[in-house]
């Protein structure tokens, strides 16, 4: 009899040790919360560059959030659309912090997903794309009608299409659209060829770039080359970066604790250099208006395409 039941048992080890690996997986992956960071188009928002921002926001949520007291928080970031899609679908994370174009192209669909907060940065609480020239320029959208547009090395071009530019002014139809490795350089090419007539992009200089309200900002603050740039074209408004709640373990509770970690940034030294870095003021409740807004609009061109 125990010969028998030995007998029965010996062919399971192999069973076995698959399951307890399974279960030890399941328990380390129970015990992480991952969270990823989404920014377009900035070459610094890498894994190694950004290490010291992630680590400070997984320090603080790991000792502020209640939920996540006893996890190891671990955060990701990602620079392009490809980069972003990967790390969603690798990394199982339960917060996102991503633009409105990443959210539309990737988790608008997505099932037990939740948009908990939003992050107004650089004194805007609201984000926008621009068109600019050279002062002397091209004045409308007209004239750049047949013209070539540069913008930063990582875009959505669903998003472009859909909800920045009017259904009057297409890339790939009214207008080309190229990505640019250096928008600095390729304003400088914009000023030393003004006066020059317009280019088509295949040599020189682009006819006019496109920035968001960072990009804006950015080359802005330069008191040398802002002044011999023009901005000749404007979007509707749209939700600065938003932050997204994943997966099933959400509930009223738990966000609303989410939210009050969030509203408490401030107050504690972590938070307020965590803030100072994002260059935000705090996080801000959504714009639930202009998020349906957007999204309709999203959707809805999407059906007519």
Same mark, same amino acid.
């Given at each position: ?7 029965? *048992? ?6 076995? !040790? ?34 010291? *921002? ?13 939920? *996540? ?16 899609? !990967? ?8 917060? +996102?912090?991503?633009?409105?174009? *990443? ?25 926008? %794309? %621009? ?16 013209? !070539?547009?540069?913008?930063?090395f990582a875009f ?9 530019? =009017? =259904? ?10 190229? +990505? ?80 009050? !970690? ?18 935000? =003021?705090?996080?801000? =409740? ?18 007519a395409k």
């Amino acid at each position: 009899m125990k010969n028998r039941i030995k007998s029965q *048992f010996a062919g399971c080890g192999p069973v076995l !040790t698959l399951l307890i690996a399974f279960a030890t997986i399941q328990a380390q992956e129970n015990m992480t919360a991952n969270y990823i960071v989404v920014k377009y188009g900035d070459e610094v928002a890498t894994q190694g560059l950004a290490g010291g *921002f992630l680590d400070n926001l997984a320090e603080y949520l790991g000792n502020e959030f209640s939920e *996540f007291e006893d996890k190891v928080v671990r955060g990701h970031i990602a620079n392009t659309p490809e980069s972003a899609g !990967t790390l969603l679908k690798s990394t199982n994370p339960v917060l +996102a912090f991503v633009s409105i174009e *990443f959210y539309l192209d990737h988790l608008l669909n997505k099932a037990d997903m939740q948009v908990v907060a939003q992050v107004p940065r650089i004194g805007a609480d609201k984000d926008r %794309y %621009y068109l600019i020239v050279g002062k002397d320029g091209p004045a409308s959208l007209a004239e750049l009608k047949n013209q !070539t547009v540069r913008t930063k090395f990582a875009f959505s071009m669903p998003f472009l299409e859909r909800v920045v530019f =009017p =259904p009057q002014f297409q890339p790939g139809e009214h207008f080309t659209l190229q +990505a640019a490795e250096n928008l600095a350089d390729e304003i400088f090419l914009i000023i030393e060829n003004a006066g020059g007539g317009f280019n088509t992009g295949e040599i020189g200089s682009a006819s006019a770039l496109l920035l968001d309200e960072e990009l804006k900002h950015f080359f802005q603050e330069d008191e040398l080359v802002w002044p011999e740039m023009k901005v000749i074209w404007q979007s509707d408004f749209l939700p600065p970066g938003l932050v997204v709640a994943l997966g099933t373990s959400w509930n009223q509770k738990t966000i609303l604790s989410l939210l009050t !970690t969030f509203k408490k940034m401030q107050s504690t030294d972590l938070g307020a250099e965590i803030l100072a870095m994002m260059q935000s =003021p705090g996080f801000t =409740p959504v714009d639930r208006n202009l998020l349906t807004k957007v999204t309709t609009r999203y959707l809805s061109r999407k059906t007519a395409k």
